[in-house]
């Protein structure tokens, strides 16, 4: 009981004394400690799995075999700002679904196939 008194008497004396901004500090120790931890363990992973995403997206070409968050499974036929038309099953249904509900591309592309001029590659003069 008497040491109990002690530890409270000093940490009385030591926030009468200045000791108000040490302890201000350690009481907003864990918060400083978990907001970047949040930040490396919930916020940057997201956003990177965000912009694989929409680099999946954009790298989507006319003839790929994708796979939507539904389930269903197309080939592409046209590709249009944030539409896409694809043809599915055996009886070839055509449908337009949006660009924000392709969960993955199943066509594997080499990257040196990729044509990004566009001059038809006509070079005979």
Same mark, same amino acid.
């Given at each position: ?66 796979? !939507? =968050? ?7 036929? %046209?590709?249009?700002? /944030? &539409?896409?038309? $694809?043809?599915?099953?055996? +009886?070839?249904?055509?449908? !337009? =679904? ?7 591309? %199943?066509?594997?592309? /080499? &990257?040196?196939? $990729?044509?990004?001029?566009? +001059?038809?590659?006509?070079?005979? =003069?």
């Amino acid at each position: 009981m008497f040491q109990l008194s002690a530890v409270l008497a000093t940490t009385t004396a030591l926030n009468q004394q200045g000791g108000n901004a040490a302890t201000m500090l350690l009481q907003f120790l864990p918060f400083l400690i978990i907001i970047p931890l949040m930040y490396f363990l919930m916020i940057r992973p997201q956003k990177k799995k965000q912009k694989e995403e929409q680099k999946m997206r954009n790298s989507l070409r006319v003839g790929d075999e994708i796979t !939507t =968050i539904g389930g269903i499974t197309g080939r592409v036929l %046209n590709i249009k700002e /944030d &539409d896409l038309v $694809i043809e599915t099953g055996a +009886d070839r249904t055509k449908m !337009t =679904i949006k660009k924000w509900a392709l969960q993955s591309v %199943n066509t594997i592309h /080499d &990257d040196n196939d $990729i044509d990004d001029d566009d +001059d038809d590659d006509d070079d005979d =003069i």
